[in-house]
């Protein structure tokens, strides 16, 4: 089944320790990236990826980092997490050519205390 | 770069009558618009698309969404909505030169029996 999936679905943390959401695509797709999501302001796109060792800032970069080493996966990394980053975030993956549907994983609602 | 902006944060509505929802995009480029559904704890599923051709374009389950390029809108319609709708909706553009998703706010559809 083609899919994204996202890992955890839930996660609790405290202030400042480093954490890591992963996600993964089995469509083969050359462009990935992260968003969050809060009340009121929809999806906001963090980080995204062209394709392999290539990713640049979104629109809410600060505070986050994201690596592509292989091309189905895209790790989200919070170095040091803070409560304003508690957010809905969800990982989306797309084929190339600006017409292209985007495929989302299932969310992580992440809380940081 | 594009926006969006939805009109209507929260639409209650019951069931079996027409929902609309309203959908304005700004873009210097043309562009390509998109819906999706976001269900109770689930991630974005795409509800429809319109990238060409006819401005009038279908979902499986009964939504509909007309591209207006001189009001510069693409709102969504449903003539008999069922418990089932009840979600949160999302418009979102995409310039014919990007690859970013850029998102309204969102619009809840509560439906009522």
């Known amino acids: 089944e083609a899919q994204v999936t996202q890992n955890p679905r839930y996660l609790i943390t405290v202030t400042g320790k480093k954490l890591t959401v992963t996600c993964s695509q089995n469509m083969n797709h050359e462009y990935m990236s992260w968003y969050r999501q809060d009340p009121g302001l929809g999806l906001r796109q963090i980080y995204y990826?062209?394709?392999?060792?290539?990713?640049d800032k979104g629109d809410v970069p600060e505070g986050y980092k994201v690596s592509r080493k292989e091309k189905r996966n895209f790790p989200l990394i919070l170095e040091s997490p803070s409560p304003n980053q508690t957010s809905l975030y969800f990982c989306a993956s797309s084929p190339q050519g600006a017409d292209t549907e985007a495929f989302f994983g299932q969310g992580t609602r992440l809380t940081v205390v | 770069a594009q926006s969006v902006t939805q009109l209507d944060s929260q639409v209650p509505v019951f069931e079996e009558a027409p929902v609309e929802l309203r959908c304005n995009y700004s873009?210097?480029?043309?562009?390509?618009l998109f819906w999706y559904v976001q269900y109770p704890n689930q991630g974005l599923q795409l509800l429809l698309k319109?990238?060409?051709?006819?401005?009038l374009v279908e979902s499986i389950n009964g939504f509909e969404a007309e591209f207006n390029k001189s009001q510069t809108s693409f709102h969504l319609r449903k003539p008999s909505v069922h418990i089932s709708d009840t979600a949160e909706y999302f418009c979102a553009v995409k310039g014919s030169n990007d690859y970013k998703l850029s998102f309204g706010a969102g619009t809840t559809v509560t439906v009522r029996a």
């Open positions: 319109y990238l060409s051709g006819s401005t």
């Open positions: 990826s062209m394709n392999v060792e290539v990713t």
């Open positions: 873009s210097s480029v043309s562009v390509y």
